[in-house]
T-cell receptor, first 112, second 114 residues
Framework: QKEVEQNSGPLSVPEGAIASLNCTYS??????FFWYRQYSGKSPELIMS????GDKEDGRFTAQLNKASQYVSLLIRDSQPSDSATYLC????????????FGKGTSLLVTP | NAGVTQTPKFRILKIGQSMTLQCAQD?????MYWYRQDPGMGLKLIYY???????DKGEVPNGYNVSRSTTEDFPLRLELAAPSQTSVYFC?????????????FGSGTRLTVV
């Protein structure tokens, strides 16, 4: 079973701080990695995708990938109360029709 | 609006009943997926399809069936509903390769089996 592991949280950060979300995966052959945000009662929405080792920045979000350590992270700078949600890490599975294997998610709470 | 449409949004079934969850997309995506999400859990893959006429099992296919007669539609059939099938069901689609865009998700169907 190919696993994607996340700390369930909740992770609580004050408004304006940096939130750091982490994810590990078991399949060393994985090549595609995604972060989704899911508000309560809503469907997941894509935040970031990353394919190469290193950092990828998009606005207040930075995804970091280390394939040697099988580790993916998401940094949210200048966190806002509207960032409060569950963040799902997902890993691509080319052997299953490019399905995504999701972690259980980390709950983030940004306090004013 | 372009996207993935799921119906119904909510449904209560009695044990042993059957139903079909509908999923339709208008983006001409080849790849379509059904996931279920239990409280506090990630999404688990039920079935997927890589094109019309082609379907395959995911991680948790027992108790479900699918068909894909057209590119647009990918219905999920529940036979003999059980309380363990109480969950939120998401349909998603993607182009041939998701590239940097991941999936397009539907809004979900919340199913309760009593």
């Amino acid at each position: 079973q190919k696993e994607v592991e996340q700390n369930s949280g909740p992770l609580s950060v004050p408004e304006g701080a940096i939130a750091s979300l982490n994810c590990t995966y078991s399949d060393r052959g994985s090549q595609s990695f995604f972060w989704y945000r899911q508000y309560s009662g809503k469907s997941p929405e894509l935040i970031m995708s990353i394919y190469s080792n290193g950092d990828k920045e998009d606005g207040r979000f930075t995804a970091q990938l280390n394939k040697a350590s099988q580790y993916v992270s998401l940094l949210i700078r200048d966190s806002q109360p509207s960032d409060s949600a569950t963040y799902l890490c997902a890993v691509g599975r080319p052997d299953s029709g490019y399905a995504l294997n999701f972690g259980k998610g980390t709950s983030l709470l940004v306090t004013p | 609006n372009a996207g993935v449409t799921q119906t119904p949004k909510f449904r209560i079934l009695k044990i042993g009943q059957s139903m079909t969850l509908q999923c339709a997309q208008d983006m001409n995506h080849n790849y379509m997926y059904w996931y279920r999400q239990d409280p506090g859990m990630g999404l688990k893959l039920i079935y997927y399809s890589v094109g019309a006429g082609i379907t395959d099992k995911g991680e948790v296919p027992n108790g479900y069936n699918v068909s894909r007669s057209t590119t647009e539609d990918f219905p999920l059939r529940l036979e003999l509903a059980a309380p363990s099938q109480t969950s939120v069901y998401f349909c998603a689609s993607s182009p041939r390769w998701y590239g940097g865009y991941g999936y397009t998700f539907g809004s979900g169907t919340r199913l309760t089996v009593v």
